[in-house]
């Protein structure tokens, strides 16, 4: 996909649909049922990210990087 086609307003859109896939996944999960995007188990999720995060950075856009650690432990403070 050739991501410096798109408007910055695009990149923001498809890189906060992820977020929201991924948020919608672990809702689910925590509910006891099966992720419906299944955004952890499919490899190519975390490859659009890593590409439209590249693209915002060479852009100087600012965002917030998607947190993937949900299945991380948290160290204390």
């Known amino acids: 996909m050739d991501y410096r086609a798109f408007t910055n307003d695009s990149l923001t859109m498809m890189y906060e649909g992820i ?3 991924l948020a ?3 809702a689910q999960k ?3 049922d099966k992720p419906r995007f ?10 659009h990210a890593a590409n439209l ?3 915002m950075l060479n852009r100087g ?8 650690s949900e299945d991380q432990g948290q160290l204390p403070l």
């Not at 856009?61 to 993937?68: A, G, K, P, Q, S």
Request: charge should be negative.
């Open 19 to 21: 977020r929201a896939a």
């Open 24 to 26: 919608s996944d672990n």
């Open 30 to 32: 925590a509910a006891g």
């Open 38 to 47: 299944r955004v952890r188990e499919t490899r190519d999720w975390r490859e």
């Open 53 to 55: 995060e590249t693209e």
């Open 61 to 68: 856009m600012y965002f917030e990087i998607i947190d993937w």
